[in-house]
């Protein structure tokens, strides 16, 4: 359909923007002979018939681009539609004419437009041009339109990729960390291993249910935190401290899930692990109007190699804000003493519905 067709706004401003024409039609008609208020009661049907028929100059453009095609084709092509839009034009004011001398609102009209015929047909031509230009800045916009939605459209299939691929790295991750945990305590405590591999299945039926949404409610998120605590906690025992000081305004704010999992794992892997004697890890959340801010703290050895901030875990949480936030999402690592801190800034976006995802 023809944009302006498919919009009453836009046909209107359309039909407005005739206004000057018919002015100019007017005055070309008066200048034959015509009184004014003939001149104004033929030029004004007249114009507005004509305004629809100069409509076709859009479809005629969309089949001769000026982009792929010789110019002198696409000139041909417009000057022989003008020529026959301004003869039907000329033709449109000779029946105009003679429906107002019947009516009385004329007389005798016809002596006068033959005089003014080259005049008119002139006119139908100008009327028929300005409307092809007019097509093709339409043409421009749309194409123009069409080109940011693809790029749109392209932008986010990318990041929808690029956050799949993130999501996918998590669980291998985890899993080979916790299948080497299981295999060792296969030798040593044979009821540990069973108990682990118990609540690692429960753990990855959890994730299988978050891991397919683009985001989750905080909650769910530190329940699957949780989750996956159950199943350390098996290997190290007391030597693992957790504690939470969570905000209640932040569990309804939706994140990326699988997002503080790895987080808690890097604090597992690089911070107790290493500790003979075990340590803590702090998982804090608050909410600051429309930001939610998330610390997690743990215990570590200052003496042992800074492998951790090189990390998977901790460069897969950083790109994956960056494709789901942009800029509106930052985080930042540091170390004091023995301990180790990383923090999340993000914007609050609440689930509206307030369904948790909680696969049992």
């Not at 982009?67 to 000057?79: D, F, K, N, P, S």
């Not at 009209?109 to 005049?119: H, I």
């Not at 040593?188 to 994730?207: E, Q, S």
Request: aromatic content about 6%; charged content about 20%.
């Amino acid at each position: 359909m023809h944009p302006i067709l498919g919009s009453l706004r836009k046909l209107g401003l359309y039909l407005l923007g005739w206004s000057p024409l018919i002015v100019l039609a007017a005055d070309q008609l008066r200048s034959s002979g015509l009184t004014l208020n003939e001149a104004v009661a033929l030029a004004i049907p007249l114009c507005l018939i004509y305004a629809f028929i100069c409509l076709s100059s859009w479809w005629l453009c969309r089949l001769t681009p000026l982009r792929g095609r010789g110019w002198e084709r696409v000139v041909t092509i417009h000057l022989a539609a003008s020529v026959v839009a301004a003869t039907m034009w000329t033709l449109n004011a000779r029946t105009l004419a003679e429906g107002l001398s019947d009516l009385h609102l004329m007389s005798s009209p016809l002596p006068l437009l033959m005089r003014a015929a080259s005049q008119l047909f002139g006119l139908g031509l100008l009327f028929y041009l300005l409307t092809v230009a007019m097509s093709y800045v339409l043409l421009a916009v749309e194409a123009s339109r069409q080109a940011e939605a693809g790029e749109a459209e392209a932008q986010i299939l990318a990041r929808e990729a690029e956050l799949r691929a993130l999501k996918a790295q998590i669980n291998p991750h985890f899993l080979f960390n916790s299948l080497h945990s299981i295999s060792a305590l296969t030798t040593i405590d044979p009821a540990r291993a069973r108990d682990m591999c118990v609540l690692l299945g429960d753990f990855l039926r959890y994730t299988l249910g978050l891991g397919e949404k683009s985001t989750i409610p905080l909650a769910d998120e530190i329940e699957l935190v949780n989750r996956y605590l159950k199943v350390e906690k098996v290997r190290f025992g007391a030597r693992l401290d957790m504690q939470e000081d969570i905000d209640p305004g932040a569990l309804s704010v939706t994140v990326p899930p699988l997002l503080l999992q790895p987080m808690v794992e890097n604090a597992v892997a690089h911070g107790i692990s290493g500790l003979p004697e075990g340590g803590w890890i702090r998982l804090q959340a608050r909410r600051q109007q429309d930001e939610v801010e998330i610390l997690i703290e743990n215990k570590f050895d200052a003496d042992s190699p800074p492998s951790r901030r090189n990390g998977v875990g901790l460069e897969n949480v950083r790109r994956r804000l960056g494709a789901c936030y942009g800029s509106r999402a930052s985080m930042s690592v540091s170390s004091e003493g023995d301990c180790f801190r990383v923090s999340l800034l993000l914007p609050c976006e609440n689930n509206s519905k307030g369904d948790h995802a909680n696969q049992r």
